[in-house]
């Protein structure tokens, strides 16, 4: 079984057993720019849904139920990501084969990052502004946004609802994959 199934199966098997209302649950997603009251997400999500994404299967599942999808991202912090990756001196480059100087490589490291701290404060303050008691959230983000937690209110409670053994084995596939 490949690692992206292994890991959904294990990540719905988890938010299954979970033994909350439902009702209650907020859906915070990294790249989410629309809430649940747009009409282009849900036909966006139900098309990736029928195309087997197991990301939108999911959150289908979770709003079948009841749970309330939150806009999370800002669109033009999300559009930014196009200045270094794909940015088209990169494409440029690739095509007319030359390498990727050091300091254009540290250049389009160091905007990379900023872009991720600035989306990662807008994560936590979608959170912090559309959290509160007595809703629950289920935030689904990718690896890369590692900041996030520290713009939290210090009155929000963070859990990773896979278990211990299956957390562990899938960071130490991507840390494996990195490699």
């Not at 649940?36 to 939108?56: I, M, P, W």
């Not at 959150?59 to 991202?73: F, S």
């Not at 900023?114 to 959230?137: F, S, V």
Request: with cysteine; hydrophobic share 40%; charged share 30%.
């Amino acid at each position: 079984m490949k690692f992206a199934e292994r890991f959904w199966d294990v990540l719905t098997e988890s938010v299954e057993k979970l033994n909350i209302p439902w009702h209650l649950a907020i859906i915070y997603q990294d790249t989410q720019v629309f809430s649940a009251a747009d009409t282009v997400f849900a036909q966006e999500h139900r098309n990736l849904a029928r195309k087997g994404g197991r990301n939108s299967q999911l959150i289908l599942w979770l709003m079948d139920r009841g749970a309330w999808l939150e806009r999370t991202e800002h669109h033009k912090l999300l559009g930014m990501k196009e200045l270094y990756s794909p940015d088209p001196t990169a494409i440029d480059i690739f095509l007319k084969k030359k390498p990727i100087s050091p300091d254009e490589r540290s250049r389009q490291g160091k905007l990379r990052d900023r872009i991720m701290l600035l989306r990662d404060r807008y994560i936590a303050h979608r959170i912090n502004c559309t959290l509160g008691e007595p809703k629950i959230g289920l935030l689904f983000l990718g690896s890369s946004h590692r900041t996030f937690l520290h713009y939290l209110s210090p009155d929000i409670e963070v859990r990773n609802i896979l278990a211990r053994e299956d957390y562990k084995r899938f960071l130490l596939f991507l840390h494996e994959r990195k490699s």
